[in-house]
T-cell receptor, first 114, second 111 residues
Framework: DTEVTQTPKHLVMGMTNKKSLKCEQHMGHRAMYWYKQKAKKPPELMFVYSYEKLSINESVPSRFSPECPNSSLLNLHLHALQPEDSALYLC?????????????FGNGTRLTVT | RKEVEQDPGPFNVPEGATVAFNCTYSNSASQSFFWYRQDCRKEPKLLMSVYSSGNEDGRFTAQLNRASQYISLLIRDSKLSDSATYLCVGGAYNAGNMLTFGGGTRLMVKP
């Protein structure tokens, strides 16, 4: 069982839709991440929040908008996506942003943009 | 050159075999290393951390060679359930403390 929970598990959306992905962890971790993973590729970092503040944005297009309402929650708001944005979106958390802390991943949201 | 590199495989091995993967890293300041296992269409799961002194957990052994800048994962007595993609992850303080993923090595254990 994963200690990082993501909803929804699957999402199909049109290019004009607005949707949100949600992530929650109750491990007391202070760093939370969004990754995007395409088939047969490793996860690709999108955003990092550390102590509820955005610390890294890997030049992600503005149609992806992260939000960290509190230390346990992380959202990813989606708007006007393109078909090439279809992928597995993974949320992760770690004790802190220091690289001695391993990442704990959620189950992911499989997104299809039509 | 990628910061963390792995042979993508696939490695096809019979049940009961011993198999080893290597992962090379280019940032000599890298401090932390991990192996993750990822099943098809699932999330990566932490398999083990890699310490300077090596790390063993049952059939799995991870080692770090700083001089040659690689880490290894050895799986003994392979099981069918070991079939997965194994991701090597490294992190360095001079890289914004971020962890970098290798491309993954696919293992297929056959009966």
């Amino acid at each position: 069982d994963t200690e990082v929970t993501q909803t929804p598990k699957h999402l199909v959306m049109g290019m004009t839709n607005k949707k949100s992905l949600k992530c929650e962890q109750h491990m007391g971790h202070r760093a939370m991440y969004w990754y995007k993973q395409k088939a047969k590729k490793p996860p690709e970092l999108m955003f990092v929040y550390s102590y509820e503040k955005l610390s890294i944005n890997e030049s992600v297009p503005s149609r992806f908008s992260p939000e960290c309402p509190n230390s346990s929650l992380l959202n990813l708001h989606l708007h006007a996506l393109q078909p090439e944005d279809s992928a597995l979106y993974l949320c992760a958390s770690s004790q802190d942003q220091g690289n001695n802390s391993p990442l704990h991943f959620g189950n992911g949201t499989r997104l299809t943009v039509t | 050159r990628k910061e963390v590199e792995q042979d993508p495989g696939p490695f096809n091995v019979p049940e009961g075999a011993t198999v080893a993967f290597n992962c090379t890293y280019s940032n000599s300041a890298s401090q932390s290393f991990f192996w993750y296992r990822q099943d098809c269409r699932k999330e990566p799961k932490l398999l083990m951390s890699v310490y300077s002194s090596g790390n063993e957990d049952g059939r799995f052994t991870a080692q770090l060679n700083r001089a040659s800048q690689y880490i290894s994962l050895l799986i003994r007595d392979s099981k069918l359930s070991d079939s997965a993609t194994y991701l090597c992850v490294g992190g360095a303080y001079n890289a914004g403390n971020m962890l970098t993923f290798g491309g993954g090595t696919r293992l297929m254990v056959k009966p």
